[in-house]
Structures are given as structure tokens and as C-alpha cells.
Nanobody
Framework: QVQLVESGGGLVQAGGSLRLSCAASLRTFRVVTMGWFRQAPGKQRELVATITSGGSTNYGDSVKGRFTISRDNGKNTLYLQMNLLKPEDTAVYYC?????WGQGTQVTVSS
């Protein structure tokens, strides 16, 4: 059974930074594409960023230039560095891998 456990969310002022982590109990971690998604109240879940096993990245338009996704295959951990945060980044952030979802971590950006 795959487990994805997110951490690092919290409350931050606009312009600030947060780093999310996702610890994965996934034997095939190093060969799968992983990603971050988010869901704000009343909105659909949307793509934030993905990263392939080879390190190729893809970002949602709203976070390009501000967020950076990375992975540490030795630690089975996925990261999301979020800079220049805006109130509209407020959402529950979910880790995703091989069709599995984490429980989510809340990010709240105050204006």
C-alpha cells in the first residue's frame, strides 16, 4: 500500500515562503512521475507542478517562476519550494504519485 505524507504547510504572509515535503512509501519512487496539486475552497483540484523520474518539470501557469518542485530519490521525498506567496495560493496541497494521493496539507497566505 502506497502512503504519501505531506508536511510543511502553515500560515504565512503574502510575499513569504514555505517548503512542502512529501514522504513516500513507494518502492518505485525513483522511476515514477510525482506531482503537487492544490484545491481551494469551492474550486476544483488543479495542477501545481510535476516532476519525472529524470527530473523534467512542469508547472501550472499561476505558479511559474515562484514555485520549484524537486525530489530526493535517496530519501523517497518530494519537495515544493514556494516563494513570493500570494493570498490566491491559499489551498490544501496534495502530493500525488502513481494514482495515489496524500492527505493534504493546508497552506494559508494572508494579505
Amino acid at each position: 500500500q502506497v502512503q504519501l505524507v505531506e508536511s510543511g504547510g502553515g500560515l504565512v504572509q503574502a510575499g513569504g515562503s514555505l517548503r512542502l515535503s512529501c514522504a513516500a512509501s513507494l518502492r518505485t519512487f525513483r522511476v515514477v512521475t510525482m506531482g503537487w496539486f492544490r484545491q481551494a475552497p469551492g474550486k476544483q483540484r488543479e495542477l501545481v507542478a510535476t516532476i519525472t523520474s529524470g527530473g523534467s518539470t512542469n508547472y501550472g501557469d499561476s505558479v511559474k517562476g515562484r514555485f520549484t518542485i524537486s525530489r530526493d530519490n535517496g530519501k523517497n521525498t518530494l519537495y515544493l519550494q514556494m516563494n513570493l506567496l500570494k493570498p490566491e495560493d491559499t489551498a490544501v496541497y496534495y502530493c500525488w504519485a502513481s494514482g495515489n494521493w496524500g492527505q493534504g496539507t493546508q497552506v494559508t497566505v494572508s494579505s
